[in-house]
């Protein structure tokens, strides 16, 4: 099973930009689709973005739809979230999660390996 490390969360401005990386360990990234997932301050983990093994299909929670964009480098075993036109509301923990279904990251759960998290703070 893989071991994820988010990285690059911080504040931000409202408005601004802001992209998050999730370093895998292990030779079998290529064979797990990826996904973020974010947990506000006293609210429940919620579903952000998803991508399948290769590349080619995503699926974005509807909050964030047009703002973040996700992708992935298998030959670096990094998938990342890049963040525009950020809101106060996007404040949060973010973290990612391998499974071997897109499926169910698609449907905004997984089985699978987590990140510890990185923090994202937008100020407005």
């Known amino acids: 099973q893989v071991q994820l490390v988010e990285s690059g969360g911080g504040l931000v401005q409202a408005g601004g930009s802001l992209s998050l990386s999730c370093a895998a360990s292990g030779r079998a990234f290529s064979s797990y689709a990826m996904g973020w997932f974010r947990q506000a301050p006293g609210k429940e983990r919620e579903f952000v973005a998803a991508?399948?093994?290769?590349?080619?299909?995503?699926r974005y929670a509807g909050s964030v739809k047009g703002r973040f964009t996700i992708s992935r480098d298998n030959a670096k075993n990094t998938v990342y979230l890049q963040m525009n036109s950020r809101k106060p509301e996007d404040t949060a923990v973010y973290y990612c999660?391998?499974?071997?279904?897109?499926?169910?990251?698609?449907?905004?759960?997984?089985?699978?390996?987590w990140g510890q998290g990185t923090q994202v703070t937008v100020s407005s």
């Open positions: 991508i399948n093994f290769s590349g080619v299909l995503t």
């Open positions: 999660a391998a499974d071997t279904y897109y499926a169910r990251l698609g449907a905004g759960y997984s089985y699978g390996a």
